[in-house]
């Protein structure tokens, strides 16, 4: 995979720019790994930083290649002068600007306090970009609990996601909350790994729990939407696939938009075809694969729920089976037929699935779309491709 080289503007925790550092190669080459920049930039330099935000990218869009960030230094150090502009931005998260870490991880402390936890050694920075500053917190193994939290802090179109993972706390496997405000959530650890590579019956009862999640906390949809999660019901839903179509249009292929334009006419007569398949709304998990399902031995547990909202609740499958080695595709579309069927007798989750395959494509869409409108332009690199992707790939489906 292609290498990355990381550049870093520095400066102190008040802001004050105090130069850069000569470019550093990465371990892993996806811009958003905060943690290896890092680690790089201790061992070529024998400094501490914390990564605030990129800066640029000489690519359009990740991984690898030249990219630029700034960093906050922990202490006084020798570096090359440069001229840097920092304007503020209205848009910036709170963790991209000097001194946002340091309160986000005070804040966690006292979360921690109230739970008479300590921490155990320095926190470790693992991620930061457009969508989430994330950090692990090694606790006092004499003290009971986990052996470490892990600290989340979001822009404003995920703060939902704390309360949200408090609220499904009693209806199935998902982290445990050890405190949340809005914006910010703080967790305990989940022994076991990452599922990016479950074997296929695991992959099944990871669909078993997220059909278990989604079908007890049916009668909460009003709770839930009060959170602030986003409507993906077919009206608001429809609209903003059209205003993300209308966009993008001039760019797609010409094939591509018409089918794309004649979808789009008969959008409403393919809403009232699922509303017959008697699927009823409910929660949608946004992000649903397995790398998002924490494994150990044989529990599970459904993290990242950011992106969640209120819709279809096949909107997760096509997103599930995208992610999947081609050979498990059948069997676990198979499962999940199996699995809403069960759930809800007399439905037809098959010709469902048919239905909203390009919607579930189209919507993704409209997800890059929001992140592109609410966030920063230094960090569009980071999404600037995916819908247009994405609308492409929803032609795919058509045909």
Same mark, same amino acid.
């Given at each position: ?13 008040? $802001?004050?720019?105090? $130069? ?17 920049? !890092?680690?790089?930039?201790?061992? +070529? ?26 960093? %906050? ?10 001229? %840097? ?34 921490? +155990?050694?320095?926190?470790?920075? #693992? ?25 989340? !802090? ?9 309360? =949200? ?23 305990? %650890? ?18 078993? =729990?997220?059909?278990?999640? !989604? ?22 839903? /429809?609209?903003?696939?059209? /205003? ?6 001039? %760019? ?33 998990? $946004? ?7 924490? !494994? ?13 909202? #209120? ?35 007399? /439905? ?52």
């Amino acid at each position: 995979m292609d290498e990355l080289w990381a550049e870093l503007v520095l400066v102190s925790g008040d $802001g004050v720019l105090l $130069g850069k550092l000569p470019p550093v190669l990465v371990e892993r080459p996806w811009w958003q790994d905060a943690g290896a920049v !890092v680690r790089a930039v201790r061992k +070529a330099h024998g400094v501490d930083v914390t990564v605030l935000r990129l800066l640029r990218a000489q690519r359009e869009g990740p991984p690898g290649g030249a990219v630029t960030y700034l960093a %906050e230094a922990a202490e006084p150090l020798d570096c090359q002068p440069c001229e %840097e502009t920092l304007a503020d931005h209205p848009l910036r998260c709170g963790y991209a600007r000097p001194g946002g870490p340091r309160r986000d991880l005070a804040w966690a402390a006292s979360a921690l306090a109230a739970r008479g936890l300590q921490l +155990a050694g320095a926190p470790e920075q #693992i991620k930061t970009w457009n969508l989430s500053s994330l950090w692990r917190l090694p606790l006092n193994p004499a003290q009971p609990g986990p052996g470490s939290a892990w600290l989340k !802090v979001v822009p404003k179109f995920f703060a939902h996601e704390g309360a =949200l993972i408090a609220a499904l706390a009693d209806h199935g496997p998902v982290p445990r909350v050890l405190g949340f405000e809005r914006g910010r959530v703080l967790l305990a %650890e989940i022994p076991g790994e990452d599922g990016f590579h479950a074997p296929l019956e695991q992959r099944r009862q990871m669909i078993d =729990l997220l059909v278990q999640l !989604v079908t007890a906390c049916r009668a909460r949809l009003p709770e839930l939407l009060a959170l602030g999660l986003p409507d993906f019901r077919a009206q608001p839903l /429809s609209a903003a696939i059209e /205003s993300s179509f209308e966009r993008y249009c001039s %760019e797609l292929d010409p094939e591509d938009a018409r089918r794309l334009s004649l979808f789009l006419d008969q959008l409403d007569a393919r809403w009232r075809q699922l509303t017959d398949c008697g699927l009823p709304d409910g929660l949608v998990h $946004g992000d649903f694969h397995s790398g998002n399902v924490r !494994v150990a031995d044989q529990q599970l547990a459904l993290i990242d729920w950011g992106d969640a909202g #209120i819709g279809h609740p096949l909107l997760d499958q096509a997103a599930f089976l995208e992610r999947v080695p081609p050979e498990q595709r059948q069997p676990l579309r198979e499962h999940f037929c199996a699995a809403w069927q069960r759930a809800v007798p007399g /439905s037809d989750p098959a010709r469902a699935a048919q239905l909203i395959a390009p919607i579930a494509a189209a919507r993704q869409t409209v997800i890059y779309d929001r992140f592109l409108d609410q966030i920063e332009p230094s960090e569009h690199p980071y999404h600037r491709r995916d819908p247009l992707r994405w609308l492409a790939r929803a032609a795919q489906v058509l045909r």
